[in-house]
């Protein structure tokens, strides 16, 4: 049930966001594991409490309010970015905004974190590895695997 949501999550943010380039989580696991191609810069546009519970290697957050011009300065115009959050839709908006602004290559990580963890792709937090995901609202909950799910007592409405 939990993978059904998701896909529906994914072709939700393809109809939504047609502009934005989408990468899947395989395409991105593969280039973060190919030593001959620059690695992209991550940007996590979730909340701090979200980002606290875990995030891919190496990301950067980003609070999703900030305008383009803020979150891609000392970024060289030729670094790939790719853009996540928790199911897709705020990392497809900032995907977009820093494509509007002129960034050449920019990517939403198509079905974000939550299809990351699900397929038992690395996460980390500040105590080390980890596999769960704060759910961010109760369809989150519906959206990750029980092993993935974090356990946070304020969910957003």
């Not at 943010?13 to 502009?19: A, D, G, N």
């Not at 380039?21 to 546009?45: F, H, M, N, Y």
């Not at 974190?113 to 769960?132: C, H, K, M, Q, Y």
Request: charged share 20%.
């Amino acid at each position: 049930m939990n993978a059904f949501f998701r896909a529906l999550a994914r072709a939700f943010m393809r109809l939504c966001f047609p502009s934005v380039k989408q990468l899947p989580t395989a395409q991105l696991a593969a280039w973060l594991g190919d030593a001959t191609r620059p690695p992209p810069l991550l940007l996590d546009v979730r909340q701090p409490e979200e980002f606290a519970v875990s995030q891919l290697v190496g990301a950067r957050r980003v609070d999703f309010s900030t305008n383009a011009a803020a979150v891609l300065a000392n970024v060289p115009p030729d670094q790939p970015v790719v853009c996540y959050c928790a199911a897709g839709f705020r990392s497809s908006i900032m995907a977009r905004r820093l494509a509007l602004a002129g960034h050449v290559e920019v990517f939403n990580l198509e079905g974000a974190i939550f299809d990351w963890a699900s397929e038992g792709r690395p996460l980390v937090n500040a105590r080390g590895a980890t596999r769960e995901v704060h759910p961010f609202n109760w369809m989150g909950r519906l959206m990750l695997p029980r092993e993935n799910c974090a356990q946070v007592s304020h969910l957003r409405h």
